[in-house]
């Protein structure tokens, strides 16, 4: 879940003086929202951090003051949706981690979505729920980020029918909720009306792509029920068996969304809410795009009417997403004008002029933290860095200190060890994210010991980004006290799962480092603490376990006997990765894959069987005979399937099937061919013509109806 769409900083004054500027309004005429991307701000370090009061209050503050921001998009909203009413698959066992962590950052624990609507409002800005109108998780076998995919709203598992299907019925699209159900667009419209209501937003703003891989063409999807017979009714056309004029099914596709957002304004107007949604930058009638170079359309194919969105009853804002430019921001705003339309036209666009006084949508990151304004245009070839004097580091302006850390992160200023103990004892947050991202840019000689203290920094991100530092700095004595900080029962995903692993592929680039960071984190294996052992285990597929027979010993245990499923999974990849095929390794996958209590473990251990043999010389008779086993376990998830795994094992297994090359091919189309066995034959079908993994397996129409002929009993 985790792709930084990045732009360019917006027009406003720059600041050449120690004193704060309060802006009124931006400089340029144009209203500024900035969009967060929260969670992944909770997640990944190159964001400002956004996992506290303080820090939300001092990036709000910030924009305030600085950048003349007058709305939030939040997506964090969207997070506590999910985790109230999405399934979360624990066998997806990192993402489940992610998800745990979000949702204590988000409501269960800290409760970052009250203060940042609390802050947003006490500053006098408005805020909005965020939200993916097609991101509404996916059925396990789709792929993202390994097997089970992690979550999925429950109104499309209890509801499989709301999946958008393909023309054949055999493979669902994972994202969107088939809107063509008005029961569903009743249930969804229901729970995000009150969302926002009780979460005290301003508005709901959409955007409408998906973050998922399950698509192969833009037009695979869209033939559920009530749309074939929609369309039948009006063309006298099955769309599922012969030609039909696609235009005029997407526009059927486009007019369910447009009900649906009628539907949601009809429950938030009389609260007062609004409604934004993100279109395509150039083509208004359409979703954006996923990813900017080379995006694909990934909600699938609609056709909505912006004519029947400028009547003012479905939306109250259209954004035009990236893509935009001037002459298409004007083609909308004339659009609206000729209707006299009260529909709000904004554009996605954080830096350049744009017609008249359009509002502005930006995605800002680190320059939040510079202490500059808008024109230095921070971390850009035409960056323009006015000068500031060391002695602002005893300002009171923290703008001030922020922009001499700024410099010195840029190589412009150089600080004395004092100095720099003095910058990462800071009161401001950003000062201090700074100086230890500069410490670890340059490597100062006499910082150890003051960057060690901000292991203690009263924010996570202190803290990580000290342990960063540490590790840049080669200070292998602060090693002991990084890892027992990870293993601490208070400590934070974003420290153990983040920062820490980074900090190790720091310190193994020296031969004497990694000795001393493998050495603890054995130890750190028979820690009597689960979670312990499991984030040791976690950074050894990270930097990879040493080969000794003490450490083959653990790991044969934790897979055998650990308590934690996590660990137990973990211990394979590792004496896969660190030992391979060897006869004792091979005896403890089959022991696991037979007898484990969790079939989830049972299907991983098979999994490292397949792919570790599969690396074995093409004519070895070992690897031939795992072939067959293998094969023989992809069996299990046939017709009668009764393992709790049966919805995405098969998936994971399969696809190391293929990692045999020309062999697994062939074992696969004798499964295919079994058709007495449907279930199996149609999952041997889907691994080798219906491709799913982490990243696209795009297609041509042609391709797909090719080889729907070759299904074994679908044609």
């Not at 769409?5 to 005429?29: I, K, M, N, Q």
């Not at 709305?71 to 009413?85: A, F, L, P, S, V």
């Not at 409408?208 to 009530?226: C, K, L, V, W």
């Not at 310190?507 to 009597?528: G, H, R, W």
Request: proline share 4%; aromatic share 10%.
């Amino acid at each position: 879940m985790n792709h930084r769409l990045r732009f360019a900083v917006t027009t406003a004054l720059l600041v050449h003086c120690s004193v704060a500027v309060f802006a009124a309004e931006p400089p340029d005429g144009n209203p500024r929202t900035v969009y967060f991307t929260v969670g992944d701000a909770q997640d990944l370090l190159e964001f400002a951090p956004l996992d506290s009061r303080n820090t939300i209050a001092t990036a709000f503050e910030t924009l305030k003051t600085q950048w003349a921001v007058e709305r939030i998009w939040w997506r964090g909203g969207q997070d506590e949706i999910w985790g109230e009413q999405f399934v979360i698959r624990p066998e997806n066992r990192h993402f489940a981690k992610v998800w745990d962590w979000w949702r204590d950052m988000q409501y269960r624990k800290v409760g970052t979505n009250r203060i940042a609507v609390d802050e947003a409002h006490k500053r006098g800005m408005k805020i909005s729920l965020t939200y993916g109108l097609f991101d509404s998780g996916s059925q396990a076998d789709a792929g993202y980020s390994g097997f089970p995919y992690a979550v999925e709203d429950k109104l499309r598992v209890e509801h499989p029918e709301w999946r958008p299907v393909n023309r054949w019925g055999t493979w669902q699209h994972g994202g969107p909720i088939e809107f063509a159900y008005p029961e569903a667009r009743e249930a969804m419209a229901t729970y995000l009306a009150k969302a926002v209501i009780d979460g005290g937003y301003d508005e709901i703003s959409f955007l409408t792509y998906a973050e998922n891989f399950s698509q192969r063409y833009e037009d695979e999807f869209g033939y559920a029920e009530p749309i074939v017979e929609e369309y039948r009714q009006k063309f006298g056309v099955d769309i599922r068996k012969d030609d039909f004029n696609r235009d005029e099914w997407r526009k059927i596709r486009g007019e369910h969304v447009t009900e649906f957002l009628r539907l949601l304004k009809q429950k938030l107007a009389p609260h007062g809410k609004e409604i934004a949604v993100c279109v395509h930058g150039r083509n208004f009638d359409r979703a954006m795009l996923w990813l900017i170079d080379g995006g694909v359309c990934t909600a699938g194919n609609f056709s909505w009417s912006i004519d029947d969105w400028l009547k003012g009853d479905v939306v109250d804002e259209i954004t035009l997403f990236y893509g935009n430019d001037n002459a298409t921001v004007q083609t909308m705003l004339d659009r609206a004008d000729a209707v006299k339309s009260s529909v709000r036209i904004s554009a996605y666009r954080s830096r350049g002029q744009l017609p008249g006084k359009t509002p502005r949508v930006m995605f800002l990151g680190r320059e939040i933290e510079s202490g500059y304004m808008a024109e230095a245009w921070i971390d850009y070839p035409d960056e323009q860095l006015s000068p500031e004097p060391l002695s602002s580091l005893g300002s009171d302006d923290m703008y001030a200190r922020r922009r001499v850390l700024t410099l010195a992160l840029k190589g412009k200023l150089s600080l004395t060890p004092a100095q720099w103990s003095h910058a990462l004892g800071d009161e401001d947050i950003y000062v201090r994210r700074s100086a230890l991202r500069a410490i670890a840019r340059h490597r100062p000689d006499g910082v150890i010991f003051a960057v060690r203290e901000r292991l203690n920094d009263p924010e996570i991100t202190g803290r990580c980004l000290a342990a960063l530092a540490l590790a840049e700095l080669g200070d292998v004595d602060s090693l002991p006290a990084i890892l027992a900080q990870a293993a601490e029962p208070d400590s934070t995903y974003l420290f153990q799962y983040r920062a820490v692993p980074d900090a190790l592929k720091k310190f193994i680039a020296d031969e004497t480092q990694a000795k001393i960071a493998k050495s603890l984190l054995v130890q750190q294996l028979t820690d009597e603490r689960e979670h312990a052992r499991e984030i040791a285990l976690y950074d050894f597929t990270i930097i990879g376990a040493p080969a000794t027979p003490e450490v083959e010993q653990r790991l044969t245990e934790i897979v055998l006997h650990d308590t934690s499923e996590y660990a137990r999974e973990l211990g394979l990849v590792n004496l896969r990765s660190s030992f391979g095929a060897t006869a004792t390794v091979t005896k403890i996958m089959r022991q696991v894959m037979q007898s484990d209590a969790s079939h989830a473990v049972q299907v991983r251990a098979a999994t490292a069987f397949a792919f570790m043999h599969s690396r074995l010389p093409v004519d070895a008779p070992e690897r031939t005979a795992a072939l067959q086993e293998a094969i023989d376990y992809f069996k299990q998830y046939g017709d009668g399937c009764e393992r709790t795994d049966r919805d995405w094992g098969w998936r994971l297994l399969g696809n190391t099937l293929l990692e045999f090359g020309p062999a697994g091919d062939a074992a696969l189309r004798v499964v295919m061919a079994e058709t007495q066995d449907r279930q199996a034959s149609d999952r041997a079908w889907k691994i080798l013509y219906l491709k799913q993994g982490d990243r696209f397996f795009p297609i041509t129409p042609e391709e797909d109806a090719a080889a729907h002929e070759q299904h074994p009993w679908l044609r």
